[in-house]
């Protein structure tokens, strides 16, 4: 079997997302999420120009063969547009050669190691009275966990915290420019434990409760933070600081038993390396379409096992259903799997990218389709062009650049 076509398919059904389509001589076709929010079309071009015309002629089923060549072939390693186009490449093999044996991705895996997937959901509000409100939204909807996001006194516009459709589901502003938040660690830091207390008076201790600080806080600001959520028990603390700077997290972990979640921003195993082998963290979050695919992926989760640390794939709307059904399959096989982030699509993307996963009473499965389960409505697609959109940026009250 031979790979005799490779395309980039860029569509916008709401937001934007890149997918590349392999097909073999023998009819089967493959697809890999290729989606780099924001920064799309520099992985359109490191597909088009530099990866596809690598692809026509090789065997599909040599899919580490491959993984390497793209890897280590371009000298030029890591970063985020180069794994998103390998991981893109990645997954459309693992699609194929599920196919071609008739089995869905996960008993390529390993086979299943538990009967369905538990996820999160994201609850926010604008205050705390509507936080508690969506609280109540996700919990009807099944999840069994939710992420909580509140805004902050004082401030205009907080990550997490979206304008919504009447289905709940985020609105994305597609524009030019990026949108301007703005920060104040201080009253951020005042209010979190507050917002806490007030999710666990309205529903008790039982209730698993995430929260994300999306890399804002400093490694004495994590720790603090940390500390003070202690008495509400989260199911863990996110992206508490940039963990670029590793020796950031030993800090933290000495101050603090709340548990770490970190990775959605890594790319390689480099990225976790002294992270997992000191236990500074208990989560890693590393999407599918960002980490290089499904090969790497299995390799972190299989190395971070040996710390008792567990999978946490990022899931949020902007990997496709192509990166969230290979996330599934994946989900399915690990053995140290922790939980899954869902937040779905909107029911326009899930008519251009039908799937065989499905969400039920706040669990997923991959179901039994043959490959990764995913087919591209390509009509459909070319129907809702590319949009130019950004995420937005974070600026201090005296207008200094701040994390996002």
Same mark, same amino acid.
């Given at each position: 079997?031979?790979?005799?076509?490779?395309?980039?398919?860029?569509? *916008?059904?709401?937001?934007?997302?890149?997918?590349?389509?392999?097909?073999?001589?023998?009819?089967?076709?493959?697809?890999?999420?290729?989606?780099?929010?924001?920064?799309?079309?520099?992985?359109? *071009?490191?597909?088009?120009?530099?990866?596809?015309?690598?692809?026509?002629?090789?065997?599909?089923?040599?899919?580490?063969?491959?993984?390497?060549?793209?890897?280590?072939?371009?000298? /030029?390693?890591?970063?985020?547009?180069?794994?998103?186009?390998?991981?893109?490449?990645?997954?459309?093999?693992?699609?194929?050669?599920?196919?071609?044996?008739?089995?869905?991705?996960?008993?390529?895996?390993?086979?299943? *190691?538990?009967?369905?997937?538990?996820?999160?959901? &994201?609850?926010?509000?604008?205050?705390?009275?509507?936080?508690?409100?969506?609280?109540?939204?996700?919990?009807? $909807?099944?999840?069994?966990?939710?992420?909580?996001?509140?805004?902050?006194?004082?401030?205009?516009?907080?990550?997490?915290?979206?304008?919504?459709?009447?289905?709940?589901?985020?609105?994305?502003?597609?524009?030019?420019?990026?949108?301007? =938040?703005? /920060?104040?660690?201080?009253?951020?830091?005042?209010?979190?434990?507050?917002?806490?207390?007030?999710?666990?008076?309205?529903?008790?201790?039982?209730?698993?409760?995430?929260?994300?600080?999306?890399?804002?806080?400093?490694?004495?600001?994590?720790?603090?933070?940390?500390?003070?959520?202690?008495?509400?028990?989260?199911? /863990?603390? $996110?992206?508490?600081?940039?963990?670029?700077?590793?020796?950031?997290?030993?800090?933290?972990?000495?101050?603090?038993?709340?548990?770490?979640?970190?990775? $959605?921003?890594?790319?390689?195993?480099?990225?976790?390396?002294?992270?997992?082998?000191?236990?500074?963290?208990?989560?890693?979050?590393?999407?599918?379409?960002?980490?290089?695919?499904?090969?790497?992926?299995?390799?972190?989760?299989?190395?971070?096992?040996?710390?008792?640390?567990?999978?946490?794939?990022?899931?949020? $709307?902007?990997?496709?259903?192509?990166?969230?059904?290979?996330?599934?399959?994946?989900?399915?096989?690990?053995?140290?799997?922790?939980?899954?982030?869902?937040?779905?699509?909107?029911?326009?993307?899930?008519?251009?990218?039908?799937?065989?996963?499905?969400?039920?009473?706040?669990?997923?499965?991959?179901? =039994?389709?043959?490959?990764?389960?995913?087919?591209?409505?390509?009509?459909?697609?070319?129907?809702?062009?590319?949009?130019?959109?950004?995420?937005?940026?974070?600026?201090?009250?005296?207008?200094?650049? &701040?994390? /996002?």
């Amino acid at each position: 079997m031979k790979i005799v076509d490779a395309k980039v398919v860029v569509t *916008s059904p709401g937001r934007n997302f890149v997918t590349l389509k392999l097909t073999t001589d023998e009819g089967l076709t493959g697809l890999g999420d290729a989606t780099l929010n924001g920064r799309e079309l520099a992985v359109v *071009s490191y597909l088009a120009d530099h990866v596809v015309p690598l692809l026509t002629g090789l065997d599909p089923h040599r899919v580490e063969d491959t993984w390497q060549s793209l890897y280590r072939g371009a000298y /030029w390693r890591r970063g985020p547009v180069t794994m998103a186009a390998i991981a893109a490449v990645d997954v459309a093999l693992w699609d194929i050669k599920a196919k071609a044996a008739g089995l869905p991705l996960y008993q390529l895996l390993g086979g299943a *190691s538990r009967e369905r997937i538990g996820t999160y959901g &994201h609850a926010n509000g604008r205050d705390i009275p509507e936080l508690l409100d969506s609280v109540r939204a996700r919990l009807a $909807e099944g999840y069994p966990a939710v992420r909580i996001q509140s805004g902050i006194p004082g401030l205009k516009a907080v990550y997490g915290v979206s304008d919504t459709d009447e289905s709940g589901a985020p609105v994305l502003h597609q524009q030019a420019r990026p949108l301007v =938040e703005d /920060w104040d660690t201080a009253a951020y830091l005042r209010h979190v434990p507050a917002v806490f207390e007030a999710v666990r008076a309205e529903f008790g201790p039982e209730l698993p409760l995430l929260h994300d600080s999306h890399h804002r806080l400093t490694p004495v600001q994590a720790a603090r933070l940390g500390k003070d959520l202690e008495p509400f028990r989260p199911f /863990w603390l $996110e992206d508490c600081t940039p963990a670029e700077n590793q020796e950031a997290l030993r800090l933290v972990r000495r101050s603090t038993t709340t548990p770490l979640a970190v990775g $959605e921003v890594f790319n390689t195993v480099y990225d976790y390396q002294a992270l997992i082998t000191e236990q500074l963290i208990d989560y890693v979050r590393s999407a599918v379409t960002h980490f290089g695919g499904v090969t790497p992926l299995r390799k972190l989760f299989d190395f971070a096992a040996q710390y008792q640390i567990k999978s946490a794939i990022h899931g949020p $709307e902007d990997i496709s259903p192509v990166g969230m059904a290979a996330a599934v399959h994946l989900d399915l096989a690990v053995h140290n799997f922790g939980i899954q982030e869902f937040s779905g699509h909107t029911p326009l993307t899930d008519e251009v990218f039908r799937h065989a996963y499905t969400f039920t009473d706040g669990h997923l499965h991959p179901g =039994e389709a043959p490959g990764i389960g995913v087919e591209l409505d390509e009509e459909l697609a070319a129907a809702h062009p590319y949009a130019p959109a950004y995420l937005p940026v974070n600026r201090l009250h005296d207008g200094t650049v &701040h994390d /996002w």
